[in-house]
């Protein structure tokens, strides 16, 4: 299987993934917006177990958003790096961290009821207002 490799802005972290995500899409929750600082979050999801450490495991910084989620950044840039879901030990990368392109694009758009109001999605990608099947 073809394989990805992500980074922070230092450098000091380097991942190695699998070219498959179980899904792929943009985020538009108040809580990714304040993470990553940018309008929306694009993520790609797969078993936590598929994402290698190559480098500076010691440099992931931990916050726990919640009993559920908790968020991955690095301690010395700050750059948002994945977050990772207790119950299903789902890893939903940042795909603005991916040094290689993937071959899958995002599909979806989540949490659109609470995207930015300064910020117009302009695809033709299905939106929710939550999560599907939340609605
Ligand atoms: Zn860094
Ligand atoms: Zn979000």
Redesign the pocket.
Known sequence: MSMLTASCLCGAVQLRLPDRFDYVGH???????K?TGAA??S?GGLDAALVTTVRGAEAIALYDKSAETRLAFCRHCGASLY?LKRSSNKLNLRLGILDTPPSQTPTFH??VGSKAPWHEICDTLPRFTTRPGEE
């Open positions: 985020c538009h929750c108040s809580e990714c917006r993470f929306f979050s993520v977050s989540i949490f």
